[in-house]
């Protein structure tokens, strides 16, 4: 699956990983994260982030 990087601060998602803290589980695809979530470090949406190169 596809990780995406946070453009502000360098955050990596890794939907392997997916964001416990907030909700988001394991296995969790970035595009079927919910759209209110943020960016666990700085806060920023989904708009902000860009796949992994």
Do not use: N, R
């Not at 589980?25 to 994260?33: H, L, R, S, V």
């Amino acid at each position: 699956m596809q990780k995406y990087v946070c453009d502000i601060c360098g955050y990596v998602y890794d939907p392997e990983l997916g964001d416990p803290d907030s909700g988001v589980a394991p296995g969790t695809a970035f595009e079927d994260i919910p759209e209110d979530w943020v960016c666990p470090l700085c806060g920023v949406g989904k708009e902000d982030f860009s796949p992994e190169e």
